[in-house]
């Protein structure tokens, strides 16, 4: 068994890119500078590369080999030796003295080696490689190498395996310095994908236009979806992704037949030119058919000439291992003294001493004939594949339709207009939130601007707090927002952050503690999706130093984590709500405007002004919920209702005098919405359930009546005995 030499598992730079043709790194200047940096330093020369998936980490170290042609590159980096780590061929075996022995060898080179880099793609598996194989003083052997100087290492990982990294040695950020790569920004991006449009181009076989690569980037950089890692990835996934599509359907409805019975089919059964154009799709039809015919008939000459080629192969092998056994029998039998080892004459084994026989030559002879045909073939194949393609071009439509396919969105709403949504906005909100024009209005007037970009560079999209007793449309509103911006919502219960200790499940653990190397619950989501809506719900709730972090993510719009990654909160709408000043809104026998003087006075008392002064004004009070409010949302909820048991072929109707008694009777002013909503879902929903299972003729239209004196809900339908629809359910 052959044991894996430093030569095996350790490739030097050079190497590693000559295998990659045609490499060139674009859009990552900065980010090659600054590693280049660490890695000049006297202190803390190593460097642990992290980030999300898809950011380009192992390219950007790429870039720094590829960099050493340049004559800009500092000379202490040209004089950099690094050298890539084969985890696969360092643990292949399994056998953990043959990897420790392999290792070894492999930190002998390096420490021989002048100013020797080694460079781990993925650290993370490394160390659970490592582990598993019970090898786990090759990790103490590789950071006592780097405490020691003996040489530097760059260690990549991804954010999720940066803990993997962490928990493996408490002093390694003592020794290596932690960089974070981030997206590129939007110019940066383009440069990045166009880059990469050649190669997707030719591997395809299609053109891509432009809007093509700007619909890429604009959507995967506007919807982060979990189905994409992070950009630049995602803008090139979905472009691939949109060719692949592409690609498929232009074998299943080619362009130009298409179009062909388009024309037709506009032009109707009698107009003018139709005999023309039907003579011109039958023909294309035909061309197309015989074209498929062909390419399938070279491909069959294809896959016949590789089995014979394999056919062949085996003859000549058997034919060999023939020859070699009859050699095998001749010395076994031949006389002692008849043997001449310079193959004269009298030599019986001469005539086998050739390592192919004529039989061998012969086969091999035809082997070489066969892949000629082969080869002619595939250049057949390819050509006639190829005028498949001839002319056709992605477009930002087939962008639409696969981000689409992929998204669940539907490609109408990815291409409204977002100005046109900006401008509808206070009547979108409007609507799902009923009476609070105030707040839904100035929270749509904030939002404008800062998508406008009219607003602070080093501040949150938006900030706002919202006061108001409970169920009154806080939280609701928030909902709406994220909806009606098409970003995600991140909610966190602030009654879950009472106590002190639980402050460092938003940001991490500090070091030494447990979970350390997670990260924080809040800082990981946003760094997961920057565009979004953060909702922290029932501020009051929570542990005076989470305002702390407050009012740094207000101040900057950045929150960095115990590992010393950043969270920017730039593109984030942040939102928080409180019961504080609930009795002032309850209170009948004074005025909003009042409750609201009340509710302010009582929020400035319990947070200090530097905390409120971050708002920018942005502080809006709900008012409590009327009559006619009321009645808009139980009507919403009956639609709701209705839209579930539409299957059953059932329609609810409720009058508004059953609707207002109703109202009177359930609804509690501190519990707000919440209590007519949960009793009509809690009863109406039940009552259906059980007349569709007591009654099989159950069915059009049923009328919702509510009983004052027991508090319940009757349903009655016209075409169904009184006695048998009826159906009674108490609080």
């Known amino acids: 068994m052959s044991h894996p030499g430093s030569r095996d598992i350790l490739t030097r730079g050079s190497e590693v890119l000559a295998r990659r043709k045609g490499f060139k790194l674009v859009g990552r200047d900065i980010e090659v500078a600054e590693i280049s940096a660490a890695l000049m330093k006297l202190r803390r020369r190593n460097v642990v590369v992290t980030g999300r998936g898809g950011v380009g980490i192992s390219a950007i170290v790429l870039g720094l080999q590829a960099s050493k042609q340049d004559y800009t590159t500092p000379v202490d980096i ?15 075996s399994g056998n953990h003295q043959v990897i420790n022995e392999a290792f070894s060898r492999a930190r002998d080179t390096l420490s021989a080696s002048h100013s020797a880099v080694l460079v781990v793609e993925d650290a993370s598996d490394f160390i659970k490689f490592a582990t598993m194989n019970g090898c786990s003083n090759l990790i103490n052997g590789l950071m006592g ?38 997206e590129p920004e939007a110019g940066n991006l383009r440069i990045i994908v166009k880059e990469v449009r050649a190669i997707l181009e030719a591997h395809h076989g299609v053109k891509i236009s432009e809007g093509a690569v700007e619909a890429a980037v604009a959507l995967t950089e506007k919807y982060k979806l979990t189905e994409l890692r992070a950009q630049p990835d995602a803008a090139i996934t979905l472009l691939d992704l949109s060719m692949t599509n592409f690609c498929r359907q232009a074998h299943i409805a080619p362009q130009h037949i298409e179009a062909l019975k388009e024309k037709l089919k506009a032009l109707g059964e009698k107009g003018a030119g139709v005999d023309e154009v039907r003579s011109q799709l039958m023909k294309a039809q035909e061309e197309w058919n015989e074209r498929q015919r062909q390419v399938r008939a070279l491909y069959q000459e294809i896959s016949d000439g590789e089995e014979q080629v394999r056919a062949l192969e085996d003859e000549a092998r058997a034919l060999k291992e023939a020859h070699s056994q009859r050699v095998s029998d001749l010395q076994a039998n031949r006389p002692a003294s008849g043997y001449s080892p310079s193959g004269e004459a009298g030599d019986p084994m001469a005539m086998y001493s050739s390592s192919d026989t004529p039989d061998v030559v012969e086969v091999r002879k035809r082997i070489e004939t066969i892949r000629q045909l082969v080869v002619t073939a595939t250049h057949g194949y390819a050509k006639k594949v190829a005028e498949v393609y001839q002319g056709l071009t992605v477009e930002e439509s087939d962008v639409l339709r696969s981000f689409s396919a992929l998204s669940g969105i539907p490609v109408d709403k990815l291409t409204e207009n977002e100005r046109a949504k900006l401008r509808n906005l206070d009547e979108v909100l409007s609507r799902r939130v009923v009476g609070q024009s105030e707040p839904t209005s100035e929270v749509a007037k904030a939002v404008k601007r800062a998508r406008l970009g009219l607003k602070l560079p080093n501040k949150p999209a938006g900030t706002f707090m919202f006061l108001g007793p409970s169920g009154v449309g806080k939280t609701e509103l928030a909902k709406a927002l994220a909806e009606a911006l098409s970003v995600p919502l991140l909610r966190f219960d602030m009654s879950e952050y009472m106590e002190k200790h639980a402050v460092a499940k938003l940001i991490g653990a500090p070091p030494g503690y447990e979970g350390y190397e997670h990260g924080g619950i809040l800082t990981n989501q946003v760094r997961r999706n920057p565009y979004s809506v953060v909702l922290f719900d029932e501020i009051e709730k929570a542990h005076p130093d989470v305002f702390n972090l407050m009012l740094q993510l207000l101040d900057d719009a950045r929150l960095t984590d115990s590992r010393g990654l950043t969270a920017s909160f730039k593109d984030t709408i942040v939102i928080m709500t409180t019961n504080i000043g609930t009795p002032n809104f309850l209170d009948e026998s004074i005025s909003f405007e009042e409750a609201k003087k009340l509710a302010l006075a009582d929020l400035r008392s319990q947070y200090r002004p530097e905390f409120l002064g971050r708002f920018g004004g942005n502080i809006y009070s709900f008012q409590r919920l009327g009559v006619e409010v009321l009645e808009a949302i139980a009507t919403k909820e009956l639609a709701r209702i209705n839209a579930l048991v539409l299957a059953q072929g059932i329609r609810l109707t409720m009058s508004s005098a059953e609707m207002r008694k109703m109202l009177r009777g359930v609804y509690v002013a501190r519990e707000g919405a919440r209590s007519v909503l949960g009793y009509m879902d809690r009863n109406i929903t039940s009552s259906i359930a059980d007349l569709v299972l007591n009654n099989d003729a159950a069915r059009g239209d049923i009328e919702v009546v509510f009983d004052e004196s027991a508090l319940s809900i009757a349903l009655r339908a016209k075409n169904v005995a009184r006695e048998e629809c009826a159906v009674a359910r108490a609080i």
Do not use: M
Not at 78 to 92: A, C, H, I, Y
Not at 156 to 165: I, N, Q
Not at 172 to 177: A, G, R, S
């Open 78 to 92: 040209v004089g950099k030796r690094f050298f890539w780590l084969n985890t696969d061929t360092l643990f292949e």
């Open 145 to 182: 190498d780097l405490k020691a100087n003996r040489y530097q290492a760059i260690l990549e990982t991804s954010d999720e395996g940066l803990g993997d990294l962490l928990k493996c040695d408490s002093d390694l950020l003592e020794n290596c310095t932690l960089y974070e790569v981030k």
